[in-house]
């Protein structure tokens, strides 16, 4: 399996369409079904935004393999990224001092059990 086969089969896993992936990582649909075909893997930058955006590594992308994580994590990152993705931008959008408020804030409510 290749770059392209693996981003196909991650999309697929987790119900995102190609569109979606590319207008959240910058790049035409069409790469996908071209990169499938050629077996190209793309520029470092785009192959970073498509495996964030997935919740796996770039190495897992260009090898299978993912010497930080097992498969397990993997699927729980898409999840979890998914689940609360408008969440992580959103915080990604505040500056450093109110990231740590609601963290502190989040943290407490763990830690209460709520």
């Known amino acids: ?5 693996r981003v196909n089969d991650l ?4 119900d995102i369409n190609k569109k979606t992936l590319a ?17 190209n893997i793309p520029s ?3 192959a970073v935004k498509i495996a964030a955006r997935l919740g796996v590594s ?6 299978g393999k993912d010497s930080f994580r097992n498969n397990a994590d993997i699927g ?3 999840y ?3 689940k609360y993705h408008t969440v992580i931008d959103s915080l990604e959008g505040l500056s450093n001092t109110k990231q740590k408020s609601v963290m502190r804030i989040v943290e407490e409510c763990v830690k209460l059990g709520r």
């Open 23 to 39: 207008t959240d990582a910058g790049f035409d649909a069409s790469n996908i079904t071209k990169g499938i075909k050629n077996n």
């Open 1 to 5: 399996m290749n770059f392209w086969e």
């Open 76 to 78: 729980k990152g898409v």
């Open 80 to 82: 979890l990224y998914q």
């Open 44 to 46: 470092a930058e785009t």
């Open 11 to 14: 999309l697929e896993k987790n």
């Open 58 to 63: 770039v190495e897992y992308l260009v090898t």
